[in-house]
Nanobody, 115 residues
Framework: VQLVESGGDLVQPGGSLRLSCAAS????????MGWFRQAPGNEREFVAA????????DYGDSVKGRFSISRDNAKNTVDLQMNSLKPEDTDVYYC?????????WGQGTQVTVSS
């Protein structure tokens, strides 16, 4: 199983980015998926999660109303649309999959919000 994040970049405050997590070796349609973020020296923080069907979503308090998680089970991907970005959103963003007793993480993608 491999998860690969992409879409991280340098963006100005107030800007937008769309992150994508592509999976191989597993059918994501059977599992809920999540996005987390982490800065050096900090604990990993929950950002967003989506149910296997895409019908149920959940967000961390710091991103509610600005970020949106979605999935395309046909493409085996999960996206994170990030709007109204703030400097404090600067982090490495990871997607996470829990499949039974197994937990998988991608390598992360860097998001930097700065003018």
């Amino acid at each position: 199983v491999q998860l690969v994040e992409s879409g991280g970049d340098l963006v100005q405050p107030g800007g937008s980015l769309r992150l994508s997590c592509a999976a191989s070796g597993i059918n994501l349609a059977n599992y809920a998926m999540g996005w987390f973020r982490q800065a050096p020296g900090n604990e990993r923080e929950f950002v967003a999660a989506v149910s296997w069907s895409g019908e149920v979503t959940d967000y961390g308090d710091s991103v509610k109303g600005r970020f949106s998680i979605s999935r395309d089970n046909a493409k085996n991907t999960v996206d994170l649309q990030m709007n109204s970005l703030k400097p404090e959103d600067t982090d490495v963003y990871y997607c996470r999959l829990v499949a039974g007793p197994f937990e998988y993480w991608g390598q992360g993608t860097q998001v930097t919000v700065s003018s």
